[in-house]
């Protein structure tokens, strides 16, 4: 079921506008739609256009309820980073945990979350593993 049952898709902007240095992508939440802005060099990245139409699904399916639960519980943003980040892994196939260790070490450095890089680690393993190829 989606709150927003009404909001239409973004339309993706290829630029660098708002984004910082480390940063590809973003979805950013307005009162009524939302913003997607990604890189033009990801033009061709699937995992990372995956991801941020990820988070404009999770803004249609609970509206409001996700974007302020974003801004303000660190426990909401994991949950809803690893749903979009999954999206990359499957995109990009990989096939072993050391593929997405930049996923880890992203997630520890960028979002905010306030956790040991051993518990997130242990919720990427959790969230992955069944895409890798060879499961290990
Ligand atoms: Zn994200």
Redesign the pocket.
């Known amino acids: 079921m989606n709150i927003a049952f009404w909001m239409s898709e973004p339309v993706i902007e290829w630029s660098s506008k708002g984004l910082s240095p480390t940063t590809g992508g973003?979805?950013r939440y307005k009162p009524f739609s939302c913003e997607i802005i990604i890189r033009e060099k990801y033009k061709q990245d699937l995992g990372i256009i995956n991801?941020?139409m990820?988070?404009y699904r999770q803004y249609k399916r609970l509206f409001w309820y996700h974007s302020t639960m974003t801004m303000l519980s660190q426990k909401y943003r994991l949950k809803?980073?690893l749903e979009?980040?999954t999206e990359q892994v499957k995109a990009y196939r990989y096939t072993k945990k050391s593929d997405y260790k930049w996923i880890v070490n992203s997630l520890y450095a960028k979002y905010d979350l306030d956790m040991p890089i051993s518990y997130i680690m242990k919720r990427c393993d959790a969230e992955f593993i069944k895409y890798l190829k060879d499961g290990k």
Do not use: D, L, V
């Open positions: 973003r979805c991801h941020e990820t988070h809803i980073e979009a980040y």
